[in-house]
């Protein structure tokens, strides 16, 4: 079955340290792969998304994320976060079979000033 | 472009009301999703169209739920009756199909609360 696990809930971060969050996907085939953010009280919008092509891949307001096949991860990274950050960050896949997709539960990054 | 347009924002009904949520896709896509969101199951996807027909609807959680695309460019999800636990945010996202990439692009989503 196809499925999307992230695997950290809540991250607590000071501002201007380093963010990693992880992302692991079990598709078969083709897999597109995605990031949303949403902000508290908003809906979601698109971070990036990878479809082929060069692994990393480099998004708005400094986020990138990196497609590794052998590991069927595409980890969020940003070099130093900032306290408007503070959001639910999501994962998200799909395949060239149809264009559902299929989200992670989430994870809840806090930021302190 | 506007966007993906929901209506209404924000919505309080009693348990037993019937509730109409609508949903304008962004001018040219021909997907719409629609997704609940609670904080108990996080995101689910309950239904989505292609060119107005729907695909799959297993993420509906019972006959209480159904959802209709009359046209391109409107839908609706309605909930009748409702109950208290079908409080939760309900998103529709829409992409293009016909797109090499195919992304969705969410809309602000309707707070529903069912006392």
């Known amino acids: 079955a196809q499925s999307v696990s992230q695997h950290n809930h809540h991250v607590i971060l000071s501002e201007a340290a380093s963010l990693e969050l992880g992302c692991n996907y079990s598709?078969?085939?083709?897999?597109?792969l995605f990031w949303y953010v949403q902000y508290p009280g908003q809906h979601l919008q698109l971070l990036l998304k990878?479809?082929?092509?060069?692994?990393l891949v480099k998004g708005i307001k400094g986020f990138e994320a990196e497609f590794i096949k052998s590991k069927f991860s595409f980890n969020l990274r940003k070099p130093s976060v900032q306290w408007s950050d503070t959001a639910e960050y999501f994962c998200?896949?799909?395949?060239?079979?149809?264009?559902?997709?299929?989200f992670g539960g989430g994870t809840r990054l806090m930021v302190k000033p | 472009d506007a966007g993906v347009i929901q209506s209404p924002r924000h919505e309080v009904t009693e348990m037993g009301q019937e509730v109409t949520l609508r949903c304008k896709p962004i001018?040219?896509?021909?997907?719409l999703f629609w997704y609940r969101q609670t904080m108990m199951r996080g995101l689910e996807l309950l239904i989505y169209?292609?060119?107005?027909?729907?695909?799959?609807d297993s993420g509906m959680p019972e006959d209480r739920f159904s959802a209709k695309m009359p046209n391109a460019s409107f839908s609706t999800l309605k909930i009748q009756p409702s109950e208290p636990r079908d409080s939760a945010v309900y998103f529709c996202?829409?992409?293009?199909?016909?797109?090499?990439?195919?992304?969705?692009?969410f809309g602000p989503g309707t707070r529903l609360l069912v006392l």
């Open positions: 598709y078969g085939g083709t897999v597109n």
């Open positions: 169209f292609n060119n107005n027909v729907p695909i799959d």
């Open positions: 996202a829409s992409s293009s199909y016909s797109d090499e990439e195919e992304t969705q692009y």
């Open positions: 001018s040219g896509h021909n997907s």
């Open positions: 998200a896949a799909s395949n060239n079979a149809g264009n559902m997709l299929t």
């Open positions: 990878y479809f082929s092509g060069d692994p």
